[in-house]
């Protein structure tokens, strides 16, 4: 089991530097599977927890892949203007994606994660004239961006996935090139699962207090691991994010996608 747990954060850190999206389309499904077998938990805990420790675990990776994006020098000449509204939308959304949380059912959560998942993979297969088009800029106001971030903050803590997938389709339709797209998706990853996290702990505070290591819906020594693996490998994400062609990026993201909302879809 630890040793699933290694290869999922070694995973999570390749697309958090890639694609800057976290890993949490990787992290939440695994959880979902590997929790059952952990002694102590019940069907109604496992979704719950597997949310929370995938947003805590993607502060790490988040973190690994933005600080390699520095290093890289991809936030030069990038606006500040997208984060001004940006990232206080995204602490917002994120907080009451988090309450939503902990209202909802595994099964509607399970659902949730499945059907978003899907939308914006076959949106990225069949509409690929939305991404990446650098011929011409566009533009966003803060306002816009506050409101973006409201609803992915929202969405992303609702189900553990960090918010990446919502901001890579937006980002590069403004016209970034792909690896300011990744760049950028990074810092908003990093916000949107910190907030998250402190939410997951504060909704979820004493509901498994028989399970050690857990602090509302986080258990750490999974978190941890899977966030320490993931820092490895993205620094090699970021590299590949300058080296791979576009098109090869958005069919492994929208690939990756449809596998794991498949996979949730038959685990129901």
Same mark, same amino acid.
């Given at each position: ?56 675990? #993607? ?64 949106? #990225? ?69 910190? #907030? ?35 820092? #490895? ?36």
């Amino acid at each position: 089991m630890i040793f699933i747990i290694l290869i999922t954060g070694l995973v999570a850190g390749v697309l958090s530097g890639l694609l800057g999206i976290g890993g949490g389309v990787v992290i939440v499904p695994v959880l979902s599977y590997l929790y059952p077998f952990h002694p102590g938990l019940t069907g109604n805990e496992i979704m719950h927890l597997a949310v929370g420790t995938s947003l805590a675990s #993607m502060i790490f990776t988040s973190a690994a892949g933005m600080i390699s994006h520095f290093r890289f020098g991809h936030y030069t000449g990038m606006s500040p203007s997208i984060f001004q509204g940006l990232i206080p939308g995204l602490w917002l959304g994120a907080w009451s994606g988090n309450f939503l949380n902990s209202l909802a059912s595994p099964e509607i959560l399970k659902i949730a994660f499945m059907l978003v998942v899907m939308v914006i993979a076959f949106r #990225m297969i069949f509409s690929p004239q939305l991404f990446y088009q650098t011929q011409h800029q566009k533009h966003f106001s803060p306002h816009v961006f506050f409101l973006i971030g409201l609803v992915i903050g929202a969405i992303s803590s609702l189900i553990g996935i960090g918010g990446g997938i919502f901001l890579v389709p937006i980002l590069a339709y403004m016209g970034l090139p792909p690896y300011q797209v990744s760049a950028a998706t990074s810092i908003g990853t990093f916000c949107t699962v910190c #907030m998250g996290t402190i939410g997951s702990i504060y909704f979820g505070w004493g509901t498994i207090p028989h399970l050690e290591g857990v602090t509302g819906y986080v258990y750490w020594p999974w978190a941890v691991l899977i966030g320490m693996a993931g820092m #490895m490998l993205a620094p090699l994400g970021v590299w590949l994010s300058r080296r791979l062609p576009v098109s090869i990026i958005r069919k492994l993201f929208a690939l990756i996608l449809v596998l794991i909302a498949l996979r949730m879809g038959f685990n129901l």
